[in-house]
């Protein structure tokens, strides 16, 4: 049956509600803060899908709180990946990465993995025409909607997509770990005996998505905060590395927050600036033969920047030292 423009809008807009239904908000300040992030998405998904012409949406974008900002862009490049995918001849996210969305490209990766994973589409054919590094963004967003949606195959049966190559199912896992800081309302406690429950090798890039949602999402204070370092021995350096690009996706769209800083305080040992500032050290000069993709090598390099003795203490981690002022 063919639909008009019109209908299949209408039809889109109609699906995600019912799937936010399974979004349970709590009633910790926790939980309501990232329930509020989370229908902060779907409000501007359902704005894109309602117009996707950049003149209109952008404004509309931008009309959200600074802090909440870049999930208005995800919502966004959820739903023009989406357009994208069903209506494919005017290329809305190309066009979103290539203007507007550029400082948003951390977020609007995320939201367009988001999109095929909700479509069933595959998406590691796409990454050869997204940036060379950050296009792996596109697969957490991805793990990340299995790990929302499809919560008994994904964390309880621990069952990844079979089409996800090796790495891809490694990416795959931060987005998963990204989810349960969501699922579990960045209940500390929850989250660590979540993560337990996984075989070994894949709890360091779980560990690695907690990270990031601490950093970017937020939603707890510090002591929370310093409990989770604790807890994530011995893989505090990946929790440190998904907390500093958090920082550097905050800090390229300009809506650096407080509890960002605190994350990367407690987390990586460095002010969210600072940290932001390493993974663009790391970024230089990565090799175009290595057998890792650019990706890893990145996050390898930021790791091993982030090791530290497991006995040492958080008071000790904030090492804001002079001599690396930007």
Sequence with gaps: MNLSLGQLRKSLWGGLPEEAKSFKQGTTRAAQHLGKIFFTVIRCYHATLENSNLEVLVPRLNA???ELRGFAYEGAALGLMQLDCLLPWKKRLQAFLAGPGAPYV??????????????????????????????????????????????????????????????????????????????????????ATTLATFPLERQPDLWSGVGFACAYAGGVDRMDIETLWRTASPYRSQLAVGAAIAAKGRQRAGNLVDHTDLACQVLCGLSSTMAAHMTDVALQNLPTDSVE???????????AQFAVPADREIKSETRLVESKEL
């Design 64 to 66: 959200v709180e600074l």
């Design 106 to 191: 951390y977020p609007t990766y995320v939201g367009a993995g988001v999109a095929l994973a909700r479509l069933g589409r595959k998406p590691e054919p796409l990454l050869t025409r997204l940036d060379p590094v950050l296009c792996w963004l596109l697969i957490d967003g991805y793990g990340w909607r299995y790990g929302i949606f499809s919560r008994h195959s994904s964390i309880e049966e621990k069952t990844i997509p079979a089409h996800l190559s090796p790495y891809a199912r490694r990416v795959f896992d931060q987005g998963l770990g990204r989810s349960i800081w969501f699922s579990t309302g960045a209940n500390v406690d929850h989250i």
């Design 293 to 303: 993709p650019a990706y890893e090598v990145w996050r390898q390099r930021l790791a």
